[in-house]
Nanobody, 123 residues
């Protein structure tokens, strides 16, 4: 079984920083694209930042210049450094990974989600 586990969320004052981590575990052959999404109460889930296996990144306009996405392929881990946090960044943050897993001599390509970590920014 493949699992994605996020950590690093919490409560922070506006202007503060948090660093989220997403660790993938299980019978993983290769992780392709990864991304961070967030969902605020009453709103749709939205892409925050994405990163390809070779490190190419893209960001939502609302977080450009404040958030930095990175990954460590050797550790199957992705990070999101969030600086200059604003109250509007308050949401549940989810990691997503497009990966190849293996089982019984076969490979499977699937899209996986973590369970989410809560970020709350007070004004």
């Amino acid at each position: 079984q493949v699992q994605l586990v996020e950590s690093g969320g919490g409560l922070v004052q506006a202007g503060g920083s948090l660093r989220l981590s997403c660790a993938a575990s299980g019978k993983i052959f290769k992780i392709n694209d990864m991304g961070w999404y967030r969902q605020a109460p009453g709103k749709q889930r939205e892409l925050v930042a994405a990163i390809t296996r070779n490190g190419s990144t893209n960001y939502a306009d609302s977080v450009k210049g404040r958030f930095t996405i990175s990954r460590d392929n050797a550790k199957n881990t992705m990070y999101l450094q969030m600086n200059s946090l604003k109250p509007e960044d308050t949401a549940a943050y989810y990691c997503n990974a497009d990966l190849l897993s293996y089982s019984g001599g076969l490979y499977y390509k699937n899209d996986y989600w973590g369970q989410g970590t809560q970020v709350a920014v007070s004004s």
